[in-house]
T-cell receptor
Framework: GAVVSQHPSWVICKSGTSVKIECRSL??????MFWYRQFPKQSLMLMATSNEGSKATYEQGVEKDKFLINHASLTLSTLTVTSAHPEDSSFYICSARDPGEHSKNIQYFGAGTRLSVL | LAKTTQPISMDSYEGQEVNITCSHN???????ITWYQQFPSQGPRFIIQ???TKVTNEVASLFIPADRKSSTLSLPRVSLSDTAVYYCLVGDHTGRRALTFGSGTRLQVQP
């Protein structure tokens, strides 16, 4: 299947600093990528839809000024957690759909980024 | 978006066949049914996808009745490494909308 690479896999930062997470589609071009957040023992919650060349679409309750998304190319989307606080500590996961006809809307997920804010 | 309902948890033993059923009563005509597996601290991994009847690949089978209001993921001869959370998702084939995750089924395989 298609490969989505996410970096870093784990980051620890001080409260008030910003953290950037990268999501890359390695063997296909993705006009749309998605960002999820997952708290321990819970399911994935969609945060935003990242569209190449345009503004991201955020889910209700997700602060767009806090979670900055940039999708500058067809293979890269970034999520920046600005002024991070301990409550932002979570597991962040990106996904992208392989637009090849054979894939029928199979979304491929990155390995996730564990963010710990001290 | 079609909502899915799955059992919260299931237990099994190594070598047994495990069937996880998912209900999706409001599935739309264009919707596909996709199953993912997630291990702790990892992103979900695609298992299988289907539209109707039966689909089989090297790791699982997916059974979908004619009314498509439910589906069953079948894992043959599970091993300890199959212990994970399994998610059933329903979505259209365009991929323009994100997948909506339900609570998933936590499968525990014991020796």
């Amino acid at each position: 299947g298609a490969v989505v690479s996410q970096h870093p896999s784990w980051v620890i930062c001080k409260s008030g600093t910003s953290v950037k997470i990268e999501c890359r589609s390695l063997d296909f071009q993705a006009t749309t990528m998605f960002w999820y957040r997952q708290f321990p023992k819970q399911s994935l919650m969609l945060m935003a839809t990242s569209n190449e060349g345009s503004k991201a679409t955020y889910e209700q309750g997700v602060e767009k000024d806090k979670f900055l998304i940039n999708h500058a190319s067809l293979t890269l989307s970034t999520l920046t957690v600005t002024s991070a606080h301990p409550e932002d500590s979570s597991f962040y996961i990106c996904s992208a759909r392989d637009p090849g006809e054979h894939s029928k809307n199979i979304q491929y997920f990155g390995a996730g980024t564990r963010l710990s804010v001290l | 978006l079609a909502k899915t309902t799955q059992p919260i948890s299931m237990d099994s033993y190594e070598g047994q066949e495990v069937n996880i059923t998912c209900s999706h009563n409001n599935i739309a005509t264009n919707d596909y049914i996709t199953w993912y597996q997630q291990f702790p601290s990892q992103g979900p991994r695609f298992i299988i996808q289907g539209y109707k009847t039966k689909v089989t690949n090297e790791v699982a089978s997916l059974f979908i009745p004619a009314d498509r209001k439910s589906s069953t993921l079948s894992l043959p001869r599970v091993s300890l490494s199959d212990t994970a959370v399994y998610y059933c998702l329903v979505g259209d084939h365009t991929g323009r909308r994100a997948l909506t995750f339900g609570s998933g089924t936590r499968l525990q395989v014991q020796p």
